[in-house]
């Protein structure tokens, strides 16, 4: 019998844990990293009308885990067409200790099932196979989600010291500078430099 090939997926299983939990993540703190220490109070804030809460940033990134897992186990019908959907629908500024550590076990939970049908695979295959009702692979879904996890862990690393700083001060925030881009990246603690980009 012939052994199968899942070398890119396992590449892939092992993006997707160290981007949301892993403690030598490349770009800096993981996602779970990053929402810890956020309290309800926080979650609910938006910084200007405009912006999304790190609440709805959260129900958001467990939303496409949850469309990735559905694709995965061949629910062609499944999507995410409305706003409320995608980004949730809470009350303004407020969001209580129950809604926020439920939305963080939804988070939580969604990490793990899509590991579990990750594991299901046990080639590459699938990989170069067309999400139903997309235009792109599998491939691209995977390594779309690490990318998306970065993108919004990078928002919600902002949101949090905006939020210091308009909850405690400029003094606060400008305590708090030890910054996501340089001591506390995996390859950040050996600039020098005073800008970061």
Known sequence: ??????????RIIDLLNTTYEGEEAWHGPSLAEVIRGVTPDMAGKRITPNTHSIAELVFHMTSWRIFCVKKMQGDGTFDIL?????????????????????????????QEELINELDKRDDDEFLEDIVPGRDYTYYDLLHGIVNHDTYHAGQISILKKALAFKGAGANRFAADDDDEFGSGSRYGSSYEGDDYY
């Open 1 to 10: 019998m012939e052994l199968q090939n899942n070398d890119e997926l396992l």
């Open 82 to 110: 409305t706003p409320e959907k995608n980004f949730g629908q809470f009350p303004a500024d407020k969001i209580d200790d129950f809604e926020w550590e439920a939305l963080q076990m939804e988070l939580s939970l969604s």
